[in-house]
């Protein structure tokens, strides 16, 4: 039954189109088992048909849970903190209906006792009175008429409670019409020594019963303590191995073939809450525009890292200390714009005191390499491969000096060049090739020889076709030729790539774009300005640079991400939502660094000895 309901809903969806690859289903089933022989087309992907199968046939079936649940009589959509409080209470009120019950009849059945007890203390005269009635209802009118009073023995007084002993011994005590009816059809083995102390007893066991019925609705710690109990009960009970495995994916079912190959917008914030978005969210804008909201971070958290990457793309996750973790962009959650994100931490194996510090998109681990900068200068080249097959706690990338940290990563061809650029302005252009390849937890070698005080912020791979973008933290920046940065050998101090003035502030970052591309701009408190490079005119090296974005009082630029302009991008809003206008041009500047292919003369110049300085003797010295 169950391979002819196969095959008949493998012929419908071939049908119907949706498993175009499959040219014929056959039934090759016998009394050894079942087996079904699907016919494919000439270069299709049998992986991606497997997939399909699982998708549109019996072969796999998945349900989803909505977490439905009725609250106060109407239904609603509950979290998983709300289902655990809706749990709670609901075991709160079990458990204060079941003891409501038990308090209930343990004080029915400890009336009936009193009554019972009396009578026995007082039997002669309980009697006397029934064999006196001429039928059964005077008798009962006759019992609850006449005044009781506790005669017992000591030993039966020592086992009732003292409340009692104080009332009963009072001689005021009448019989109900339910302890007479209990007294009437009472048998007469009751009045043996032995059954009255049973009756004593009982009746004391249940007075201690009631007293903790009687806590347990009073006090809500002892409420909780039964719950608490309760569970421990069900976990030793029913705690065995879990029989069904819970995965994320089925076993042998890649889930990348049924997710659509585009591009989105990752994010990743100085906290470490990362997201990702479509594309389209951001719309385009004139240079100059002050932005939308980005992302909703919390106070003192901003947006420090922007890419574009496509769902089937791996990240590379750098950290501070060196250590790397594998994540794929479609494991991301999808967010809204104004969403802070999620953890990354939550999301990988690494300790949350870890911070990331560079994050690289690549697709396949093939025969490119990994290109990693240093704050403090040093540079590294491993084979992509290496970090093919990572641990489920991360790899080591890289090794560091003490105080060094990543700042950057590229993927690069071996025969690339490279740029490195600093906070106070100064770069310096070095072939690949004289950075020899290493292994993961090599340190690397020099790239660049640093002034005191002064950091690498950033690493470029040099494109013929663009240009060098560099942007400071007051907004300013600029485009420069990358024919205006001479090659030299790795090691030196380098050249002046912008003027780091009071007005620009220091260098945020450097990167190679191309006219077709777009800008993303992002400040501390999360703005965020799409631009494209048409506005952007191409000028000096050594200049000042113009306006990029206009930022608040109290704000600054801390990253930009290139953007790769897609087809029917100029059809995007020229603004956008809660944006000024662009302006027409940047403020003036007060010198003839903005006119294209002129610079400062004075700041044209490279600081003696800098610009074809060797390598030093040790730089070239890997450490292990």
Same mark, same amino acid.
Not at 371 to 394: D, E, F, M, S
Not at 454 to 462: K, W
């Given at each position: ?11 419908? &969806? ?20 079942? $087996?079904?022989?699907?016919? /494919? ?37 509950? !979290? ?19 003891? !409501? ?7 029915? $059945? ?67 019409? &339910? ?14 020594? /032995? ?69 989105? &917008?990752?994010? %990743? ?36 890292? =922007? ?5 089937? @793309? ?55 390499? =990994? ?74 070698? $020099?790239?660049?020889?640093? $002034?005191?005080?002064? @950091? ?11 240009? =060098? ?49 777009? =800008? ?46 897609? @087809? ?31 610079? &400062? ?22 450490? %292990?």
């Amino acid at each position: 039954m169950l391979k002819s309901t196969i095959i008949e809903r493998i012929a419908e &969806v071939v049908k119907a189109g949706k498993i175009p690859d499959i040219t014929d289903v056959q039934d090759h089933s016998d009394r050894t088992g079942m $087996r079904i022989v699907l016919d /494919l087309r000439k270069g299709s992907e049998p992986e991606l048909v497997v997939n399909q199968l699982y998708e549109y046939t019996p072969l796999q079936s998945t349900f989803s849970i909505i977490n439905i649940a009725l609250v106060g009589h109407a239904p609603r959509t509950l !979290s998983l903190k709300e289902m655990l409080a809706g749990f709670l209470d609901h075991r709160k009120e079990v458990i204060r209906r079941r003891t !409501s019950f038990l308090l209930r009849r343990a004080r029915q $059945r400890a009336h009936i006792l009193e009554g019972l007890i009396l009578a026995v203390a007082d039997i002669d005269a309980i009697i006397e009175i029934i064999k006196k009635s001429p039928d059964v209802p005077t008798a009962k009118q006759r019992l609850m008429a006449r005044k009781l009073r506790l005669t017992e023995s000591a030993t039966v007084r020592k086992l009732l409670p003292k409340a009692f002993l104080k009332r009963a011994s009072s001689g005021d005590q009448f019989l109900t019409a &339910v302890q007479a009816d209990n007294i009437l059809i009472m048998q007469l083995q009751r009045l043996t020594g /032995l059954e009255v102390e049973k009756l004593a007893q009982e009746y004391s066991k249940l007075v201690e019963e009631i007293d903790g019925y009687e806590t347990i609705l009073r006090e809500e710690s002892r409420l909780l303590d039964i719950i608490r109990e309760d569970i421990i009960e069900i976990r030793e009970k029913y705690g065995d191995e879990r029989r069904t495995e819970v995965v994320a994916d089925a076993q042998d079912f890649d889930i990348e073939d049924l997710i659509a190959d585009e591009d989105v &917008v990752v994010t %990743l914030t100085h906290a470490g809450y990362i997201k990702r978005m479509p594309l389209a969210t951001y719309r385009r804008q004139g240079r100059g525009g002050q932005g939308i909201i980005g992302s909703d971070a919390r106070e003192g958290d901003f947006v420090e890292e =922007l890419f574009i990457a496509s769902t089937h @793309d791996y990240l590379l996750v750098l950290l501070d200390n060196g250590r790397m973790h594998w994540l794929k962009v479609y494991d991301i959650p999808s967010m809204a714009r104004q969403s802070r994100g999620r953890a990354i931490v939550n999301l990988l194996q690494m300790d949350p005191k870890d911070r990331f510090c560079a994050v690289v998109a690549v697709r396949d681990f093939d025969e490119r390499y =990994l290109v990693t900068a240093t704050r403090k200068g040093q540079i590294k080249k491993t084979p992509l491969a290496a970090y093919a097959n990572p641990r489920r706690g991360g790899i080591q990338a890289t090794g560091l000096d003490e105080g060094d940290v990543v700042i950057g990563a590229a993927i690069t061809r071996g025969s690339d060049e490279i740029v490195l650029g600093t906070a106070r302005g100064q770069s310096i252009r070095f072939q690949e090739t004289d950075v020899r390849a290493m292994g993961r937890t090599a340190a690397g070698v $020099r790239g660049i020889h640093l $002034r005191e005080g002064d @950091d690498v912020v950033d690493m470029a791979v040099l494109d013929p076709m663009a240009t =060098l973008l560099t942007a400071c933290e007051n907004g300013y920046g600029k485009r420069t030729s990358f024919d205006e940065y001479r090659l030299q050998s790795r090691g030196g101090y380098g050249i002046i790539n912008i003027k780091s003035t009071a007005r620009n502030g220091k260098v945020v970052a450097m990167k190679s774009i191309r006219d077709a591309d777009e =800008l993303m701009l992002i400040t501390f408190h999360g703005m965020i300005v799409r631009t494209g490079l048409n506005e952007l005119r191409t000028i000096g090296r050594a200049t000042q640079g113009v306006r990029l974005i206009s930022l608040k009082e109290g704000d600054r630029l801390v990253a930009v991400a290139r953007v790769v302009a897609e @087809d029917g991008a100029g059809q995007l809003d020229e603004t956008a939502e809660g944006a000024k206008p662009a302006k027409d041009s940047a403020p003036a500047d007060n010198n003839t660094g903005n006119q294209p292919g002129r610079s &400062v003369k004075d700041d044209d110049t490279e600081a003696a000895g800098d610009s074809d300085r060797p390598a030093e003797s040790g730089d070239d010295v890997t450490a %292990l």
